[in-house]
């Protein structure tokens, strides 16, 4: 815990050169996490940042921590591994929306459900920025993409429904350039016990430019963004715009306000992250542009017991019951039988 205290932002900088296209927004993630990572006081041998492939995925190149760029879509399936032998271990697993929701969206939900104490950032650019912009999971109907020249007819996924669908106990959501929101999702994440699911809305300059602009954009995003709050109305809108949102039988809705009214008054929902059931995160990831803003922050957050401290406890239990286990004598016993040639 010294040693993790004196550490600096330059202590999580690699010596590799920096490959992604002038503009991109995986550089704003990147200097934020690592401008995060001295401050959670955590040893640096102790981090261990885990992709598959993608543009994210080049990540663990540049952190100066223990790392793995492993295969498509399967980040999660070697970070479960690892934190299940290694349950001391700070272990993140870096993402995007090709990766983690097309190719590796089986391996995603089992993690997610087991509640592993893993950090999973899914950067969405809602396009393949890697392989040169064809539609992605994420992609908007309609998103004219190479792939795609006269419009994609898929329904899309949204990350926060999928994540909630699949019984996450920490699900939230940031933006590449918004530095001081994504430190702090960052460092709850990091502070919750199980699996924390981000969604990092993140620009492609190259491939699908400005697809999050309205809430990228200092001027806007007081009117296109709901910021939610533990224990704070669902208010947004600058002055003048002032509205917040009702939520009626899992229905959300838009009530306006006047700038000094009390939202109360106006039945505006209070945000409450630790509710039981997800049917509230759900309607705030119901959410979607341009009828309403777009929410960040955190959706949810709720206490179950972690896969690693659960499996930890089956395998203590059972060697004070029937002792050390022989792995040959395992091998060798019961129903086995000889192959003649
Ligand atoms: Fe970033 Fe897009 Fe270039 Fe990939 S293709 S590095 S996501 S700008």
């Known amino acids: 815990m010294a040693e993790a205290l004196k550490l600096t932002t330059r202590d999580f900088q690699s010596d590799q050169d920096v490959r992604w296209c002038p503009g991109c927004g995986d550089y704003s993630i990147l200097a934020n996490v690592q401008r995060v990572m001295p401050e959670l006081g955590v040893p640096r041998e102790n981090f261990v940042f885990i992709s598959g492939i993608g543009c994210s995925s080049r990540f663990p190149y540049y952190m100066n921590t223990y ?20 349950p001391d271990l700070s ?25 592993i104490d893993l950090q999973i950032l899914l950067f969405n650019n809602r396009v393949y920025g ?19 020249p006269e419009g994609a007819i898929d329904h899309p996924v949204d990350p926060i429904a999928f994540a909630l669908g699949a019984s996450a106990t920490f699900v939230a959501r940031t933006v590449d350039v918004h530095a001081s929101h994504l430190k702090y999702v960052l460092e709850r994440a990091h502070a919750h016990k199980g ?15 400005d697809e999050w602009l309205e809430v990228e954009d200092r001027k806007q995003r007081a009117d296109t963004t709901l910021v939610l709050e533990d224990g704070k109305p669902l208010v947004w809108g600058s002055e003048g715009q002032r509205r917040g949102i009702r939520i009626e039988n899992g229905i959300p809705s838009i009530v306006k306000l006047a700038d000094d009214q009390d939202p109360a008054a106006r039945g505006v929902a209070i945000h409450y ?9 759900f309607a705030l990831a119901s959410l979607q542009r341009p009828e309403f ?31 050390r286990g022989d792995l040959r004598a395992l091998l060798h016993s019961g129903d086995t039988w000889t192959v003649e040639a």
């Open 195 to 209: 699996t924390a699911f981000i969604e990092i809305l993140q620009n492609c300059p190259v491939f699908n430019d």
């Open 273 to 281: 992250e630790r509710h039981e059931s997800p049917a509230y995160a």
């Open 91 to 115: 272990v993140w697993v870096v993402t995007g929306d090709g990766d983690g929701l097309s190719i590796g969206g089986n391996h995603l939900l089992h993690t997610i459900r087991r509640n």
């Open 293 to 323: 803003p777009v929410p960040i922050g955190v959706f949810r957050a709720v206490k179950r017991p972690t896969y690693e401290t659960m499996l930890e406890d089956q395998v203590t239990s059972a060697i004070e019951q029937r002792g």
């Open 67 to 86: 790392g793995m760029h492993t295969i498509h879509g399967r980040a999660p399936a070697f970070a479960s591994g690892i934190k299940a032998s290694r």
């Open 130 to 148: 890697l392989t040169k912009g064809q539609y992605s999971p994420t992609s908007r109907l309609g998103m004219k993409t190479k792939s795609t």
